[in-house]
């Protein structure tokens, strides 16, 4: 069993509304392909036995919030937390078709501290270990497809990029991909308005069997 943070646009939000019709919109293509909701994992692998331990994940992510607000809100800091810089096309499941979101050290800051509280568990080295997996492992996305389906065809490709350049307002560039494990790169044109810092969710999901079965144990909004 795989316990996840997940922190989401809020829902009602402008930037919910448009990733979740782009999502529906990518997955009547894939009829086969799950539905989900927009979300970034934050980290998986909780250490999560019970709802007290759900809530003391979410009571650490509200204080860690908190700690970074002050921060948020001056006027040098205008980049959201979750905004993104990519649409990449991969060969698994989980990583179909996914905007890669551009580095936020405050993000990172988050997933690093959640790591190092409730999943790593040596105390002699959970810190240095949650501090190594941020900086070499850490990779937020939000996916837009969950499919099997590899290679995709060049047709269906075509009708991708359209649904994603029409749903963000922005034009997709190929770029040259070197990683074996992604089909095909594009570049997006400028930040899409379905970025958010805060309000957002934060989400602890039970990733257990088929998509339609994963459970949401708790949420906090912030």
């Not at 002050?70 to 078709?97: H, I, R, T, W, Y």
Request: charged residues 20%.
């Amino acid at each position: 069993m795989t316990i996840a943070l997940w922190y989401c646009p809020q829902q009602g939000s402008a930037a919910y509304e448009i990733l979740e019709l782009l999502i529906e919109s990518l997955q009547s293509i894939f009829p086969s392909s799950p539905r989900f909701e927009p979300h970034i994992t934050i980290t998986n692998n909780l250490v999560c036995k019970d709802s007290d331990d759900v809530n003391k994940i979410l009571t650490s992510c509200v204080a860690a919030v908190q700690s970074i607000k002050p921060v948020l809100g001056s006027a040098g800091s205008d980049e959201p937390l979750v905004s993104f810089k990519d649409c990449s096309v991969g060969k698994k499941f989980f990583n179909k078709v996914v905007l890669d979101c551009r580095e936020n050290r405050y993000l990172i800051s988050i997933a690093q501290i959640m790591r190092e509280l409730y999943v790593e568990i040596d105390d002699t080295s959970r810190s240095q270990r949650a501090a190594t997996w941020a900086r070499d492992e850490f990779r937020p996305h939000l996916s837009l497809l969950y499919s099997e389906t590899y290679p995709i065809s060049q047709a269906f490709l075509r009708i991708i990029q359209q649904r994603v350049e029409d749903a963000l307002d922005v034009q997709l560039h190929s770029v040259p991909t070197t990683s074996g494990d992604r089909q095909l790169v594009w570049q997006l044109s400028s930040t899409p308005s379905c970025s958010w810092s805060l309000p957002g969710t934060f989400k602890v999901v039970k990733c257990e069997g088929p998509v339609g079965e994963w459970q949401v144990l708790g949420r906090t909004d912030v």
